[in-house]
């Protein structure tokens, strides 16, 4: 590393690393440059000319955000040039800017308005018409006023760059430039919301949310996403007790500060299809009823005592509940539970099924081979990162499953077990790739983990980690991709077949044969009602989805945006939510229902706090009480259990429709439109469209 | 300049002849590997001579398809330059300068020219000949007033003679290039003015 430069910013004198650009060394001296154009995660563009500083022996004002430091610079923002540059610059845009704040969205937390108070002057020396523009077509979510826009090109530069599908443009040029996509279709990008949130003005705005609420009158709640396994840290704005929007938080070893679009649209699904009472079915239909009545039916079924009783957890539930429950299936003598709803062969320590690189980690590594995912309709953001370390260089990754468009280059080298063979026996190509580089890593994922022959492939690729050393002294390469952002957190729980229980197939199995008799679905809807035969079901959980349709009764739980609980991310990392509203009607906390049910049954649970639940919990799990943190999880073991052989069979996506994968996301109307936007565009464009 | 958008109406498809395939080939071939996408203005131009003086959406995907590029990148090139014409022109498209110095030369008499035998700028004449559209300066003032018609500048012209042009041209007459008054190029009008006699 080249030695540090010494810069003087108003007065203050600063070390910064050589190539630092004039604006981060004034942020790093504390003092506050106004930008457009300027944004950290982005390439340069200096085209909005906001952040002009003085620079001691310039001639002319220059742009920070464009020009590197040099040795023993002067720089100078407040004085009378740089503000009437910046005066100048600032009437210069609002030359076309249309004067319709208060019907704007972005009004309350917009950047121009902002930076106008401070450098805009009272009135217009421009006596000309205003320019106007065609207001452009972006999809269901992304609402443009077109004649807002200040050609910032962050947008351009966040779809080319981070999402990896360059479809914003800037067509025209000077006074006529217009922000577009092509043939103004909706982007194809899971992560097309963030270009609202970048987007320092009205002209990209949300349109779900459009027109409903001011910012500061809503009720802001720092909280975690559970829409997939990322555990995004997300910002939940509500008035009363309706979700208003979702937007994410800046966490630099998770999301830096993006967000998938269905973790920030998603939230009508929140507010629709709610239980909000429990139910209960008299002579085949559900009827709402009264908790009283709801766990007296439940007792009357577990007493008759035919059968065994089972449990299975779903994809969004938290660990505390999964905690609860499993407390209780063991007071109810039961050992058949399991938390892995998709069937997936995942066990052993917590190194097995981890994302044990780390999601920043991922920067690091300099080989990547993908087994069975899609990690862009699977953790678009943790894609966005893979994207983030492929653009950086020598990074080459390869595929086995079916090939996809992933936003980088992925050589499809094989559809499944057969191939990953081929490269543990070395008889591939990118066998010696991965033995080459230094820190290689793979990502194994729910397509090849979940079917008959999961463990094999799971160890396959556990030796082919070994011998590729991916394991070794401060790295590890072997990476668990999740889908569910409550199974990390039921592993870690132990919510999972005890000793001579039934896993979810024997669940199942025990249904069909009547040797279970009674299931509770927690959160679980990606069961199939007519497997599970003649049981009894009892259905916990948020929304009236597939699980609930089917079920005897319905126990009316929290969503996860309505619970303080701890959620565990695929890189292991627990991570607390905190209560945005409360849940409808009379739903409850989850572990509240179990506690409530474990008494009805004459087998009351030690816990009647979340803070002694808590204590029984990380007696149990340790980890998980060392919030934000990521606890080494030492190397991952090869099972021990006889291995099945190897299926032929291609690895199955685990998606087939990004915007549909869970009750909440099923319940959004936003969703839906998402979807069908994605059909149509499929349809027009020849089906090249993404498995979405 | 105003707003230039993709004409309405668009043909199905495009490719190049391969007559242009190879010549495309050739250009291409000028640049390093990986930098393709700098031969985007040669091949829209063939593109756009190809496709009869205009550029088809079909041929900016065509072109952008070529040179392994994100078809909004190739779109943003294709309504950048004004010598992109995204809606279809005459047989003979005439560029006419209307900056200062051919302005002061008459420059407005042209258009009027322009009005009565074509019609609108950017309209096609009737039988498909002719269209006209004012441009910047296109660099030959010093024959002012002048235009460009296809690949050829016409100078120091006035009504009559332009009028005369255009009417030729549309009846497929052999017309000349360069100046239309009897100028040799940019030398003095009529004729030298020093270096007459022997030294």
């Known amino acids: 590393m080249s030695e540090r430069v010494n810069v003087t910013v108003d007065g203050i004198?600063?070390?910064?690393?050589?190539?630092?650009?004039?604006?981060?060394?004034?942020?790093?001296?504390?003092?506050?440059?106004?930008?457009?154009?300027?944004?950290?995660?982005?390439?340069?563009?200096?085209?909005?000319?906001?952040?002009?500083?003085?620079?001691?022996k310039a001639p002319k004002p220059v742009a920070s955000c464009a020009m590197p430091v040099a040795p023993d610079m002067v720089v100078n923002t407040q004085s009378e040039s740089v503000k009437s540059a910046r005066e100048g610059v600032m009437e210069f845009l609002l030359i076309n800017h249309p004067l319709d704040c208060p019907?704007?969205?972005?009004?309350?937390?917009?950047?121009?308005?902002?930076?106008?108070?401070?450098?805009?002057?009272d009135s217009s020396r421009f006596e000309d018409n205003k320019r106007a523009v065609e207001e452009k077509e972006m999809g269901p979510l992304v609402k443009t006023v077109m004649t807002r826009c200040i050609h910032c090109t962050r947008c351009v530069r966040f779809a080319t760059e981070v999402a990896g599908v360059p479809e914003i443009g800037a067509i025209g040029r000077g006074e006529?430039?217009?922000?577009?996509?092509?043939?103004?279709?909706?982007?194809?990008?899971?992560?097309?919301?963030?270009?609202?949130?970048?987007?320092?003005?009205?002209?990209?705005?949300?349109?779900?949310?459009?027109?409903?609420?001011?910012?500061?009158?809503l009720r802001k709640t720092e909280t975690i996403d559970a829409m997939d396994a990322v555990g995004s840290n997300i910002r939940v704005d509500v008035r009363g007790r309706e979700v208003m929007r979702i937007l994410p938080r800046d966490h630099d070893a998770v999301n830096e500060e993006w967000l998938s679009d269905k973790s920030r649209f998603v939230w009508d699904g929140l507010n629709t299809q709610r239980l909000d009472k429990p139910y209960l079915r008299v002579e085949g239909k559900l009827q709402a009823t009264d908790w009283q009545r709801a766990f007296d039916a439940i007792a009357t079924r577990l007493e008759a005592g035919a059968g065994q009783v089972a449990a299975l957890a779903g994809d969004l539930v938290c660990t505390e509940g999964q905690f609860a429950l499993k407390s209780l299936m063991e007071k109810l003598g039961s050992p058949h539970l399991d938390c892995r709803q998709d069937g997936a062969k995942l066990s052993g320590p917590r190194a097995n099924y981890l994302f044990n690189t780390g999601i920043?980690?991922?920067?690091?590594?300099?080989?990547?081979?993908?087994?069975?995912?899609?990690?862009?309709?699977?953790?678009?953001?943790?894609?966005?990162?893979?994207?983030?370390?492929?653009?950086?260089?020598?990074?080459?990754?390869?595929?086995i499953g079916q090939p996809s468009d992933l936003t980088y280059d992925a050589e499809f080298?094989?559809?499944?077990?057969?191939?990953?063979?081929?490269?543990?026996?070395?008889?591939?190509?990118?066998?010696?790739?991965?033995?080459?580089?230094?820190?290689?890593?793979?990502?194994?994922?729910?397509?090849?983990?979940?079917?008959?022959?999961?463990?094999?492939?799971?160890?396959?690729?556990?030796?082919?980690?070994?011998?590729?050393?991916?394991?070794?002294?401060?790295?590890?390469?072997?990476?668990?991709?999740?889908?569910?952002?409550?199974?990390?957190?039921?592993?870690?729980?132990g919510f999972l077949p005890g000793e001579d229980g039934r896993d979810r197939d024997g669940i199942i199995e025990g249904c069909k044969s009547g040797d279970i008799s009674t299931v509770i679905l927690y959160g679980a809807d990606e069961i199939d009602r007519a497997e599970l035969?003649?049981?009894?079901?009892?259905?916990?959980?948020?929304?009236?989805?597939?699980?609930?349709?089917?079920?005897?009764?319905?126990?009316?739980?929290?969503?996860?945006?309505?619970?303080?609980?701890?959620?565990?991310?695929?890189?292991?990392?627990?991570?607390?939510?905190?209560?945005?509203?409360?849940?409808?009607?009379?739903?409850?906390?989850?572990?509240?229902?179990?506690?409530?049910?474990?008494d009805r049954l004459g087998v009351t649970l030690e816990f009647d706090t979340v803070d002694t639940l808590r204590t029984a919990m990380f007696e149990h799990a340790p980890q998980l009480a060392r919030l934000d943190e990521l606890v080494p999880a030492g190397s991952p073991e090869t099972p021990v259990a006889a291995l099945p052989d190897l299926d032929e069979a291609g690895f199955a996506p685990v998606i087939t429709d990004y915007y549909f994968t869970n009750p909440v996301a099923r319940a959004s109307a936003t969703m839906a439109a998402c979807a069908e936007a994605r059909r149509t565009r499929a349809k027009a464009v020849g089906g090249t469209g993404t498995d979405g | 300049m105003s707003v230039r958008r993709l004409h309405s109406e668009q043909p199905e498809s495009f490719a190049f002849s391969q007559e242009n395939l190879d010549w495309a080939a050739t250009q291409i071939a000028k640049y390093p590997e990986g930098r393709q996408a700098s031969a985007i203005l040669p091949l829209l131009w063939q593109a756009q001579k190809q496709g009869g003086g205009w550029l088809s959406e079909p041929a900016i995907r065509c072109v952008a398809d070529m040179l392994?590029?994100?078809?909004?990148?190739?779109?943003?090139?294709?309504?950048?330059?004004?010598?992109?014409?995204?809606?279809?022109?005459?047989?003979?498209?005439?560029?006419?300068?209307?900056?200062?110095?051919?302005?002061?030369?008459?420059?407005?008499?042209?258009?009027?020219?322009?009005?009565?035998?074509?019609?609108?700028?950017?309209?096609?004449?009737?039988?498909?000949?002719?269209?006209?559209?004012?441009?910047?300066?296109?660099?030959?003032?010093?024959?002012?007033?002048?235009?460009?018609?296809?690949?050829?500048?016409?100078?120091?012209?006035?009504?009559?003679?332009?009028?005369?042009?255009?009417?030729?041209?549309?009846?497929?007459?052999?017309?000349?290039?360069?100046?239309?008054?009897?100028?040799?190029?940019?030398?003095?009008?009529?004729?030298?003015?020093?270096?007459?006699?022997?030294?």
């Open chain 1, 13 to 56: 004198a600063v070390e910064v690393e050589p190539g630092t650009t004039i604006l981060q060394a004034c942020e790093a001296a504390g003092v506050e440059i106004p930008r457009f154009c300027y944004h950290e995660r982005l390439s340069v563009a200096g085209n909005c000319r906001m952040c002009l500083v003085e620079v001691e």
């Open chain 1, 103 to 121: 019907i704007c969205d972005q009004g309350g937390e917009c950047d121009l308005q902002d930076q106008a108070l401070g450098y805009g002057v």
């Open chain 1, 176 to 217: 006529d430039m217009e922000i577009t996509t092509y043939l103004e279709a909706s982007l194809e990008s899971e992560m097309s919301g963030n270009v609202i949130d970048l987007c320092p003005v009205g002209a990209l705005t949300s349109k779900p949310y459009a027109f409903t609420a001011r910012p500061w009158e």
């Open chain 1, 360 to 399: 920043a980690g991922i920067e690091d590594a300099d080989a990547l081979l993908l087994i069975g995912t899609n990690p862009r309709l699977e953790a678009a953001v943790l894609n966005a990162r893979i994207r983030k370390a492929w653009l950086a260089g020598h990074f080459p990754i390869a595929a």
């Open chain 1, 413 to 493: 080298i094989g559809a499944g077990p057969q191939t990953l063979k081929e490269l543990v026996d070395g008889k591939h190509g990118f066998a010696e790739v991965l033995a080459k580089a230094e820190r290689p890593m793979l990502i194994l994922g729910q397509g090849a983990l979940a079917r008959e022959d999961g463990a094999g492939i799971f160890a396959q690729a556990l030796a082919l980690a070994e011998k590729t050393g991916m394991i070794s002294d401060g790295w590890n390469g072997f990476n668990v991709l999740h889908t569910a952002a409550g199974r990390v957190g039921g592993m870690d729980v």
């Open chain 1, 533 to 598: 035969g003649d049981a009894f079901v009892i259905y916990v959980g948020s929304h009236g989805d597939r699980g609930a349709h089917g079920a005897d009764v319905i126990l009316p739980a929290a969503a996860y945006t309505e619970k303080q609980a701890i959620y565990v991310n695929t890189e292991g990392r627990a991570q607390m939510t905190e209560r945005a509203a409360f849940p409808p009607g009379d739903a409850r906390e989850d572990w509240k229902i179990f506690r409530a049910l474990s």
């Open chain 2, 68 to 199: 392994d590029m994100p078809y909004m990148r190739a779109l943003e090139v294709a309504t950048f330059y004004s010598m992109f014409n995204l809606s279809p022109v005459g047989e003979y498209f005439v560029q006419l300068c209307g900056t200062t110095p051919c302005w002061l030369r008459g420059a407005d008499d042209l258009k009027d020219v322009c009005r009565r035998q074509i019609g609108e700028p950017g309209d096609i004449s009737e039988d498909g000949k002719l269209s006209w559209l004012e441009v910047e300066c296109l660099g030959a003032c010093v024959n002012a007033p002048m235009v460009q018609i296809n690949d050829d500048f016409y100078e120091d012209l006035t009504a009559d003679t332009f009028e005369r042009l255009l009417e030729d041209l549309r009846h497929g007459r052999d017309v000349v290039t360069g100046p239309q008054n009897g100028r040799q190029a940019s030398a003095p009008e009529g004729g030298p003015t020093v270096l007459k006699g022997d030294m």
